[in-house]
């Protein structure tokens, strides 16, 4: 299952490195999750990175 960044995202950008498929980018007032690309990390890390480096815990499951 995809991820989705939620609006209390404060565009730290921290999120953007992690993802092993490059499924972030930074959108007009916040990063957005290509749901269409992510992976969970599935292959890549134990856990979805992103969820993991996520300051403000605006990373949540599709």
Same mark, same amino acid.
Not at 45 to 60: F, G, K, L, R, W
């Given at each position: 299952m995809a991820?989705?960044?939620i609006d209390t995202c @404060?565009?730290? *950008?921290a999120c953007e490195p =992690?993802?092993?498929v490059n499924a972030i980018s930074v *959108? !007009?007032?916040m990063y957005i @999750? !290509? =749901?269409a690309?992510?992976?969970d990390c599935v292959g890549h890390? !134990?856990?979805p990175a992103c969820v993991a480096i996520c300051p403000t815990d605006s990373i949540i499951k599709a």
């Amino acid at each position: 299952m995809a991820h989705k960044i939620i609006d209390t995202c @404060i565009l730290c *950008g921290a999120c953007e490195p =992690e993802c092993p498929v490059n499924a972030i980018s930074v *959108g !007009d007032d916040m990063y957005i @999750i !290509d =749901e269409a690309l992510c992976v969970d990390c599935v292959g890549h890390h !134990d856990a979805p990175a992103c969820v993991a480096i996520c300051p403000t815990d605006s990373i949540i499951k599709a």
